[in-house]
């Protein structure tokens, strides 16, 4: 979902949701109430999410460079550790590299473990401070 209307923003979302949960066109099916909220809080927080992403890159590294596949990864992986709390920020890494492993290649996983492994890392210096 979020590729596709990263692809093309004014996309019918409803459509989008029908082509990626049923093979069938004439059949509708409920849209998982957790999707939905990935989705949209993607969508509503992308340019912070944008901006925390930047933060973690290398030095030479812009946000324009990334393959959008992995940002979409990031994007979503940013998310569920911001404003997802019932979902460990562990899992969030583990789920987000199991994405790149099925949707990038072992490159673009190093490189999403890496700018999710300083945010995991800053996480356990926020605890220690506290």
């Known amino acids: 979902m979020l590729f ?3 692809a093309n923003a004014d996309a019918d ?3 989008l949701y029908q082509r990626v949960l049923t093979d069938d066109p004439d059949q509708t099916v409920p849209v998982p109430e957790y999707l939905q909220t990935l989705v949209t809080g993607v969508l509503d927080h992308q340019r912070d999410l ?3 992403i ?10 324009q460079r990334i393959a959008k596949t992995d940002l979409v990864i990031l994007r979503l992986a940013f998310f569920e550790i911001d404003h997802v709390t019932d979902v460990p920020n562990r899992v969030a890494v583990n789920e987000a590299l199991e994405l ?3 949707f990038s290649d072992d490159r673009s996983r190093r ?3 890496g700018v999710l492994a300083h945010t995991l890392d800053d996480e356990a210096s926020d605890d220690a401070q506290a």
Request: net charge negative.
């Open 111 to 113: 490189f999403i473990n």
């Open 100 to 102: 790149a492993k099925n």
């Open 50 to 52: 944008d901006a925390e």
């Open 54 to 63: 930047t933060r973690y890159l290398s030095a030479g590294w812009q946000l």
């Open 13 to 15: 979302q409803e459509a």
């Open 4 to 6: 596709a209307l990263n």
